[in-house]
């Protein structure tokens, strides 16, 4: 969706803006002089000997030219016109010169040179530049600076600071394009840095272009402001580079390219750790286009990585991220993500307890993936969206042992490529999957085709059509098993995995007749519905094929009810007014299957494999009924979904679901700037079951909570619960209180209790916390009062300096018998750090509010 640009209001009054005199001609300029120090101008005419007018300022002046027309600096309607010079000398080369005293109005083509000494400051928008000696061209945007430092910020999404450049000789080749020889690079404020990159030859590129509205084609404005936004960048090249830290160079280079938007000097991560897993390791990623010398293509960010292990080895990888207009030939938006690393290990992977010491089934081990998504624009495959993945491991540990954040938190990465048109409300998807993991139970899809049809009106906008329809050929292949003595021993086969190929067809569809009773004088509305489906496949765990069919009906229904009592006020609880939000929700079905849910393997996953292999684990040697995942789905009524994500979970089922959604609003903030905000959150849901069968024997169940209370705008109260009533039911709460200071810190403690197939009493802490400018501190720990006991400890200290962020931290892993130590240093100008990102204090670039 393009985004229109606001015009504001078309009839409001708007007051004319005074226009200079010679304001709208073609290359207009004006030239203004003031004093600089407050007294009058000592301003004096000469005539050169070609008669050429001159004019010389004394005793401090401040000259403004306007017209100059650097295109795209942000501020003004159109070009900017603008550029402030202020000097204690000046020399002013022009015609019409005699008329400065009163102010210049001049024709853009006219010739126009400025020569200053004595504490410089040359301002062009938001750039700044100081310096003792400078000449400059307005016509031309062209100049020479001596002794000079320039001054410049980087985009606010980006960099709140501002890159400090100086220089014997700056030379200005054009409005954007500056050469600066035997500099001196940084985005320090001191004197005397503590990093910089200092060059025989550097070249520094800022330009900025006005963003064209495709819609209007005209210059897009903020919708807040009005002001044009233009896009820009910045670009440093350098020849003769050295990096020092402390004034110690660390680093010498030919040749460099940088885009400054997103710096990088040759390195772009380095980190120091030490553990018993791993040993020492030195980890690095190294950015190649800065080793190539070549300049960074827009959108492209291209890393290479070298890593040493002392437990395991030396390992080599690259990660490359792309977000281009155009794919191999393809127009349109495109984005993705290449990774590799592989090892030659010689050591044992620790996973946790009871797989402590697992020898690896392969020495050469690491993992390739791929992912990419495009919105193709043009050519056969117009509005077509594209997504393609390559998902390989070498074998069934790497990615837990190497990759253990991303095991536990992403989903599954398969392999294959999926078409997908979306027109109003219908989507059509073609797919292909391959398997590229045999440890792994996966379906190939060869291939598989989707249609989907949502909210589709019917007889007058009285019905409401929703369908589903898909037709696929299928190859489902289950894990191998590990060839690990002890992986052997917790390893089984679900009771729905078994070999599979064949058709399958299936189109499920689902009438609605929506009444609103409102109409009647109740505040509530139901939906009579009838659910139906037809399916086929070619082979089940009988072996053959198998067909099914399975009908729902029933009725959905809400009411919501609302207060408002804006005469409650308490400033113990922040409470100024108080509303009262409310949507009472429920539904009764009936549902019947031909087919019972255990005569069918799961085509469809129903889970990624990091669940899978944990449930393997803890219900070795086979799952009990109590805890399979579909009897689950189906009690929970995923069956009752047009647009369910699997085909086969479905059986026989009648309940009744009733739920309600509090919400308790008030009003925060200062007089006149007030907002709504949600004091508090209460929502809840529970499940009747007539037949008690369906649900092991209790006939209520699925009954959860979830509340949130907000007792100020940096304080929460949150806690949670869901339990089964049958015997060996998950049932479990949490509570807990959350604290957020964004500037000086956050903490929360919590306690979550589980009963059921385990049992377990957690009791989690984690703070983080700025001890004063130069310290932040931050610590969290996990302990099970159960059978688990002791589950880790992290503590780091980390120290704020003027350019450098020091981070030493330890962590505890009972769970391995490890104890680790890390070391990180990381620039404190990056746009945002790892400190940020893993404590939530924003610790903002030096000089981003002012010198500190």
């Known amino acids: 969706v393009t985004p229109a640009q606001f015009l504001g209001d078309p009839f409001a009054t708007v007051a004319p803006t005074p226009t200079p005199a010679g304001a709208g001609q073609p290359n207009f300029r004006s030239v203004q002089i003031s004093p600089r120090y407050g007294g009058g101008l000592n301003l004096e005419f000469l005539?050169?000997?070609?008669?050429?007018?001159?004019?010389?300022?004394?005793?401090?002046?401040?000259?403004?030219?306007?017209?100059?027309?650097?295109?795209?600096?942000?501020?003004?309607?159109?070009?900017?016109?603008?550029?402030?010079?202020?000097?204690?000398?000046?020399?002013?080369?022009?015609?019409?010169?005699?008329?400065?005293?009163?102010?210049?109005?001049?024709?853009?083509?006219?010739?126009?040179?400025?020569?200053l000494e004595g504490n410089i400051e040359f301002r062009q928008g938001d750039r700044t530049i100081y310096a003792q000696r400078m000449f400059y061209d307005a016509r031309r945007k062209t100049g020479i600076i001596l002794d000079a430092e320039l001054i410049t910020p980087i985009p606010e999404l980006d960099y709140r600071g501002s890159v400090r450049l100086k220089a014997d000789v700056l030379r200005q080749l054009e409005d954007s394009r500056f050469v600066a020889d035997n500099t001196l690079f940084t985005t320090s404020r001191l004197e005397v840095p503590t990093y910089s990159l200092k060059s025989d030859r550097l070249t520094f590129e800022?330009?900025?272009?006005?963003?064209?509205?495709?819609?209007?084609?005209?210059?897009?404005?903020?919708?807040?402001?009005?002001?044009?936004?233009?896009?820009?960048?910045?670009?440093?090249?350098?020849?003769?580079?050295?990096?020092?830290?402390?004034?110690?160079?660390?680093?010498?280079?030919?040749?460099?390219?940088?885009?400054?938007?997103?710096?990088?000097?040759?390195?772009?991560?380095?980190?120091?750790?030490?553990?018993?897993?791993?040993?020492?390791?030195?980890?690095?990623?190294?950015?190649?286009?800065?080793?190539?010398?070549?300049?960074?293509?827009?959108?492209?960010?291209?890393?290479?990585?070298?890593?040493?292990?002392?437990?395991?080895?030396?390992?080599?990888?690259?990660?490359?991220?792309?977000?281009?207009?155009?794919?191999?030939?393809?127009?349109?938006?495109?984005?993705?993500?290449?990774?590799?690393?592989?090892?030659?290990?010689?050591?044992?992977?620790?996973?946790?307890?009871?797989?402590?010491?697992?020898?690896?089934?392969?020495?050469?081990?690491?993992?390739?993936?791929?992912?990419?998504?495009?919105?193709?624009?043009?050519?056969?495959?117009?509005?077509?969206?594209?997504?393609?993945?390559?998902?390989?491991?070498?074998?069934?540990?790497?990615?837990?042992?190497?990759?253990?954040?991303?095991?536990?938190?992403?989903?599954?990465?398969?392999?294959?490529?999926?078409?997908?048109?979306?027109?109003?409300?219908?989507?059509?998807?073609?797919?292909?999957?391959g398997q590229l993991n045999d440890f792994y139970t996966e379906t190939q899809w060869l291939p598989r085709l989707d249609h989907w049809l949502m909210g589709q009106e019917l007889g007058g906008e009285r019905l409401t059509w929703f369908a589903h329809s898909s037709a696929a050929y299928a190859n489902s292949n289950v894990a191998t098993t590990p060839t690990n003595p002890t992986l052997a021993g917790q390893f089984f086969l679900f009771p729905w995995e078994a070999p599979m190929e064949g058709e399958r067809f299936a189109t499920r569809q689902e009438i609605d007749l929506p009444i609103d009773l409102e109409e009647y004088g109740l505040p509530a509305k139901v939906v009579p519905y009838f659910l139906g489906e037809a399916a086929h496949w070619g082979d089940s765990l009988a072996g053959g094929d198998i067909q099914r069919v399975y009908f729902q009906t029933g009725l959905r229904a809400s009411a919501p009810f609302w207060a408002v009592n804006p005469n409650v006020r308490d400033p113990l609880f922040n409470l100024d007014g108080l509303a009262h939000k409310v949507v009472f929700d429920g539904e009764v079905s009936y549902a019947d299957a031909s087919r019972d849910v255990t005569e069918f393997a799961l085509w469809d996953e129903i889970e990624d494999n990091t669940q899978e292999d944990i449930r393997r684990r803890q219900f070795f040697p086979a799952i009990p009924a109590l805890q399979d995942p579909r009897f689950y789905l189906?009690?929970?009524?995923?069956?009752?979904?047009?647009?369910?994500?699997?085909?086969?979970?479905?059986?026989?089922?009648?309940?009744?679901?009733?739920?309600?959604?509090?919400?308790?609003?008030?009003?925060?903030?200062?007089?006149?700037?007030?907002?709504?905000?949600?004091?508090?959150?209460?929502?809840?849901?529970?499940?009747?079951?007539?037949?008690?069968?369906?649900?092991?024997?209790?006939?209520?169940?699925?009954?959860?909570?979830?509340?949130?209370?907000?007792?100020?705008?940096?304080?929460?109260?949150?806690?949670d619960g869901f339990a089964d009533l049958f015997n060996d039911g998950l049932q479990t709460w949490s509570t807990g209180v959350l604290l957020n200071r964004p500037a000086r810190g956050n903490a929360y403690i919590g306690y979550r209790s589980i009963r059921g197939p385990f049992n377990s009493d957690i009791v989690s802490l984690r703070l983080n916390y700025r001890l004063n400018e130069k310290w932040v501190g931050s610590a969290a720990t996990v302990v099970d009062f159960g059978e688990a006991g002791n589950i880790g400890q992290t503590f780091s200290l980390s120290r704020i300096g003027e350019s450098l962020l020091f981070t030493l931290g330890m962590n505890v892993d009972e769970s391995k018998n490890n104890v680790g130590f890390s070391f990180l240093v990381e620039p404190r100008f990056l746009p945002r750090t790892s400190l940020t990102r893993r404590t939530g204090i924003d610790i903002p670039p030096a000089g981003a509010f002012g010198l500190e």
């Not at 090249?237 to 990088?264: K, M």
């Not at 490529?417 to 979306?422: M, N, T, V």
């Not at 086969?648 to 739920?659: C, F």
């Open 47 to 115: 005539n050169e000997a070609d008669g050429q007018p001159v004019g010389v300022l004394m005793g401090g002046a401040t000259i403004v030219v306007s017209g100059v027309d650097v295109p795209g600096m942000p501020g003004a309607v159109g070009p900017i016109d603008r550029v402030d010079l202020s000097a204690d000398r000046a020399v002013i080369w022009s015609s019409g010169v005699g008329g400065l005293s009163g102010g210049l109005n001049q024709s853009g083509d006219t010739p126009i040179e400025i020569y």
């Open 206 to 433: 800022d330009y900025q272009q006005p963003i064209i509205d495709p819609l209007t084609g005209q210059p897009a404005v903020d919708p807040f402001t009005g002001a044009p936004i233009s896009d820009r960048q910045q670009n440093a090249s350098a020849q003769g580079n050295r990096v020092e830290f402390g004034g110690v160079p660390l680093l010498y280079w030919p040749t460099l390219e940088t885009d400054l938007t997103q710096p990088r000097y040759y390195i772009d991560d380095f980190r120091i750790r030490n553990d018993s897993v791993f040993g020492f390791q030195v980890l690095t990623d190294w950015d190649v286009y800065q080793l190539l010398g070549a300049k960074r293509p827009p959108g492209v960010k291209w890393t290479v990585a070298a890593d040493y292990l002392s437990e395991r080895g030396v390992g080599l990888g690259t990660d490359y991220e792309y977000a281009v207009d155009r794919f191999f030939g393809a127009s349109g938006p495109a984005f993705g993500q290449i990774n590799t690393w592989v090892i030659e290990d010689h050591g044992t992977d620790n996973l946790g307890f009871g797989r402590r010491d697992i020898v690896p089934e392969k020495d050469f081990r690491g993992r390739g993936f791929w992912s990419h998504r495009q919105r193709v624009r043009g050519g056969v495959f117009d509005d077509w969206t594209v997504q393609g993945q390559v998902g390989w491991l070498s074998d069934r540990t790497f990615y837990e042992q190497y990759y253990e954040q991303e095991y536990d938190e992403r989903s599954d990465q398969p392999t294959g490529l999926r078409l997908r048109r979306i027109v109003d409300n219908q989507s059509l998807s073609i797919e292909a999957n």
């Open 634 to 719: 189906v009690r929970s009524g995923m069956q009752s979904w047009v647009a369910a994500p699997t085909t086969e979970v479905v059986d026989d089922l009648s309940v009744a679901r009733v739920g309600m959604r509090h919400r308790l609003q008030t009003k925060r903030g200062a007089p006149g700037a007030q907002h709504v905000v949600d004091w508090l959150t209460f929502d809840a849901n529970a499940s009747l079951f007539p037949d008690t069968n369906q649900n092991f024997g209790e006939s209520v169940g699925l009954l959860d909570y979830d509340l949130a209370w907000h007792l100020g705008d940096r304080f929460t109260f949150l806690s």
